[in-house]
Nanobody, 126 residues
Framework: QVSLGESGGGSVQTGGSLRLSCAAS????????MGWFRQAPGKEREGVAA????????LYADSLKGRFTISQDKAMHTQYLQMNSLKPEDTATYYC???????????????????WGQGTQVSVSS
């Protein structure tokens, strides 16, 4: 079993930055991929970014490339999401996820991940 704990959400103005963190605990040796998803009210959960915990390969939603950066501290089993130039449409609950596979064809889809954090709120005001 893997547990995930997110932190770093908050409220910022348009153009601001936030860094989210997600620490994994438990059977961390089984994790091959970690990712971030977000869900705005009334919308479906969407994939934001993912990282391969062994190879450091990354994958981003096309619409977010250049503004969001995913990274990790392997020793701490922690992943980060640096979000820059935030826009009001980035407002959502952001979820950390972890899984044991790396398939770029499906990695930005929620079923690719077995473990989920509780979510952290990000609010961007205009």
């Amino acid at each position: 079993q893997v547990s995930l704990g997110e932190s770093g959400g908050g409220s910022v103005q348009t153009g601001g930055s936030l860094r989210l963190s997600c620490a994994a605990s438990g059977r961390t040796s089984s994790i091959l991929s970690m990712g971030w998803f977000r869900q705005a009210p009334g919308k479906e959960r969407e994939g934001v970014a993912a990282i391969n915990t062994v190879a450091d390969s990354t994958l981003y939603a096309d619409s977010l490339k250049g503004r969001f950066t995913i990274s990790q501290d392997k020793a701490m089993h922690t992943q980060y999401l640096q979000m820059n130039s935030l826009k009001p449409e980035d407002t959502a609950t952001y979820y950390c996820a972890a899984g044991s596979t790396w398939d770029t064809r499906i990695l930005l889809n929620a079923p690719a991940f077995a473990y989920w954090g509780q979510g952290t709120q990000v609010s961007v005001s205009s």
